[in-house]
């Protein structure tokens, strides 16, 4: 590990004078190396600080060969500058990051669930425990300590040991970082946990302010616990009240009759949706009937609005009635321009070959079988199409 920097030493620290002492340019980012640092580069599960240097956007730190890179949104001078750390996407990122440590420790000692990774996202972060499974009960147990914890105040406090004195003190770690040398950095939350981490963390675990677990989901023979805390848990709620209040303005219940409204709703959509279906299936009936009641030998309707499974209907409605003529439909819904042959009960006409000519003719393709051809194509060139029907037809 190398000399502590600013963000280990001082993590309250928002604002630092430092040297560009590196600077260039990777896959056309700049970045710069400074010689000293109050940006947290990505790692351990916690997402990288973002800020100003000079006056330039830090928007991604990383590690890269032991220097930490500061990619910028322009190129800086090698020389002096001011650090300035977005101090809220930091403290949020303290919030989160500590209250894991807290989750971890309680979950360890109290529940036996080891915790395998950690992920702090941009809205909600999550642990992963070796634990089958886990009952409302265990969690609501777990968040009852872990707020208790969060009442005690406990002190949180880091130091670096030689690695050889690691071995004689209680720490829990999940492994330090592939090709790690020298001395080891420590965190412990007084009285509970001691634990090996290069991140940022709070002062006392009353910081985190609360946690809140938000639901578990199974991963790998593990479970996967999701949670929020600090800020987040605030922010949350107030969404939630907003959320609830368009959804009581809307649905004239209140909070608790909210669910069993909107599934309510959900039968007289089902229901309506079935009445529609049904009104559509006898308009389309009529509609055949009463173009095979016409007694041409091509008979024709357009149905702005209507889809390919209302044309079918038609046709197929069609092919049931006793007439010796054809019948040449067209619909467009939501853009999709559709047509239909069908060929009636007394017809000898085969719509297959006819077909195959329409959709050449309006630029489309289709398919049929038996008394029935459909397609999709242009209708600009309808009226080309009925007349090479009726050409076709003799009529
Ligand atoms: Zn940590």
């Given at each position: 590990m190398s000399a502590?920097?600013?963000?280990?030493?001082?993590p309250y620290l928002t604002e630092l004078s430092v040297r560009v002492v590196e600077s260039g340019t990777d896959g056309g980012r700049p970045w710069a190396v400074l010689d000293d640092t109050l940006f947290y580069p990505e790692g351990g599960g916690q997402p990288a600080d973002h800020g100003l240097?000079?006056?330039?956007?830090?928007?991604?730190?990383?590690?890269?060969?032991?220097?930490?890179?500061?990619?910028?949104?322009?190129p800086v001078s090698e020389g002096p500058a001011v650090a300035r750390l977005d101090w809220g996407r930091r403290f949020d990122h303290m919030q989160?990051?500590?209250?894991?440590?807290?989750?971890?420790?309680v979950a360890a000692d109290r529940l036996g669930w080891e915790t395998t990774a950690f992920h702090l996202g941009p809205e909600t972060c999550d642990i992963e425990l070796a634990a089958a499974s886990i009952t409302p009960a265990d969690l609501f147990r777990l968040e009852e300590v872990v707020a208790s914890e969060v009442r005690a105040a406990r002190p949180v406090t880091h130091r670096r040991v030689p690695r050889e004195e690691m071995a004689s003190l209680p720490v829990?770690?999940?492994?330090?970082?592939?090709?790690?040398e020298g001395d080891v950095r420590l965190v412990a939350i007084e009285g509970i946990d001691l634990n090996t981490c290069g991140g940022t963390h709070l002062r006392?675990?009353?910081?985190?302010?609360?946690?809140?677990?938000?639901?578990?989901?199974?991963l790998r023979g593990g479970t996967r616990l999701f949670f929020v805390a600090g800020g987040r848990v605030r922010r949350r709620l107030g969404s939630h009240e907003e959320r609830s209040g368009r959804l009581r303005a809307l649905l004239g219940a209140p909070d608790a009759g909210l669910a069993e409204a909107v599934e309510a709703k959900l039968v007289q959509l089902s229901d309506a949706q079935k009445?529609?279906?049904?009104?559509?299936?006898?308009?389309?009936?009529?509609?055949?009937?009463?173009?095979?009641?016409?007694?041409?030998p091509v008979a024709q309707?357009?149905?702005?609005?209507?889809?390919?499974?209302?044309?079918?209907?038609?046709?197929?409605?069609?092919?049931?009635?006793?007439?010796?003529?054809?019948?040449?439909v067209t619909g467009v819904r939501e853009g999709v321009e559709a047509f239909l042959l069908a060929a009636g009960g007394a017809s000898s006409a085969d719509v297959r070959v006819l077909g195959a000519a329409v959709a050449e003719a309006v630029g489309g393709r289709g398919?049929?079988?038996g008394k029935l051809y459909q397609g999709k194509g242009s209708l600009a060139a309808r009226d080309g199409a009925l007349a090479l029907l009726r050409e076709r037809l003799g009529a």
């Open positions: 502590p920097r600013a963000f280990e030493r001082e240097l000079g006056g330039v956007q830090v928007l991604d730190v990383q590690s890269v060969g032991g220097a930490l890179r500061h990619f910028l949104s322009a989160q990051h500590t209250a894991q440590h807290l989750l971890t420790a829990r770690t999940r492994g330090l970082p592939e090709g790690h006392a675990t009353s910081e985190i302010e609360a946690l809140k677990l938000l639901g578990t989901e199974r009445a529609c279906r049904a009104a559509e299936e006898e308009l389309a009936d009529a509609k055949a009937e009463a173009l095979a009641a016409a007694g041409v309707a357009h149905f702005d609005g209507r889809d390919l499974a209302f044309l079918q209907r038609v046709g197929k409605r069609f092919t049931a009635l006793p007439v010796p003529g054809i019948v040449f398919g049929g079988s």
